[in-house]
């Protein structure tokens, strides 16, 4: 992965865990994240009794507004947590930028992109640490598993001992001198995983080469735009497929009527809604967590109530509620196949394209 120190965990999520407790994310702090992720992203955050400081997505990818982050960022911002979403990396070198400015440590949520890159620098490895997932969603699988990588090594070793029990990876502490618990690995999700990392490099090259092969054909189809890119070297995984829908080009056809009748010639797309519901900002753990004993104990009522105020985000606010609306495949699979299956996904996109006045 290019970085000097790999902790195996027993999930994505813990991973994450470990990355916010060793940095000292604990009561009264703040981190900075967006609410277009899977609910882990933020159950770590309110689990360290700290409040995640939601920031609007970009409208043209769904990732985190980096433009947006620096706003964000108080006394109370202990860290920053973007997300590089189901293969498609954030605005991660702006996002350090801005973190280094203010000399906040960044943990990359990588845990649905193993292997994408910007500008030749895999995604989980720009920032203080980076979380990987094995869960079996992902690209590299092995039930369930996790990952954390990083460079620094006394913050490594902390997240080693973190994840087994406050063991010192070195052994030069005896005991159990760091905190801890148990989130290794077991050695059967080990075994998986070793299997099917000799198998993912070379499904890694098929899901590039079908991947950027759907990408160039589905941009001559009018009203559809697959998912923009951050820098020219930014090398997506295509866990999923991601392009914007531009109805006034289909007789006004929703995003769903059009994904259903793609469906229907058997190919996995999904449209018109998001993978995770409305948003983490709407999600009612929130107000669990607010008003739990920890939450009322760290933060004043003057905090809380503002920020009960913040989670009002008009970008993603108005795409749940029906704008910009998308298209999805789930490449994870259907890109493994051979240049036939593509040239389908294809075939029937432009079928559904060209006969859309009977779904009027």
Known sequence: MGVRHCVLTNGGTTALSASLHCLGVGPGDEVITTPNTFIATINVICNAHALPVFVDIDPDTGSINADLVEDAITEYTKAILPVHLAGFPADIEKIISVADKHEIPVVEDACQSVFAEVNNKKVGTFGKTGCISFQEWKSLVCGEGGALLGNDEELMRRCAAFVNNGRDPKGTRRGYPYPGSNHRMTEFQAAVLT?????????DEIRQRNGKYLERELAGIPGIEPRERYSEKTRFTY???????????FNNVPASRFAKALRAEGIPVSGGERRYSNGCHKEGMLEEHINSQAFRKSFSKARLK????????????????GGNEKLSIEGKIAFLGPKKDIDDILESFIKVAENIDKLT
Do not use: G, H
Request: no cysteine; hydrophobic share 30%; aromatic share 16%.
């Open 195 to 203: 299997e099917q990392f000799k198998r993912f490099k070379k499904q």
């Open 239 to 249: 866990v999923t497929f991601e392009m914007d829908y531009d109805k006034k080009y």
């Open 306 to 321: 503002k920020y009960r105020e913040s989670l009002q985000l008009p970008i993603i606010d108005n795409i749940s509620a």
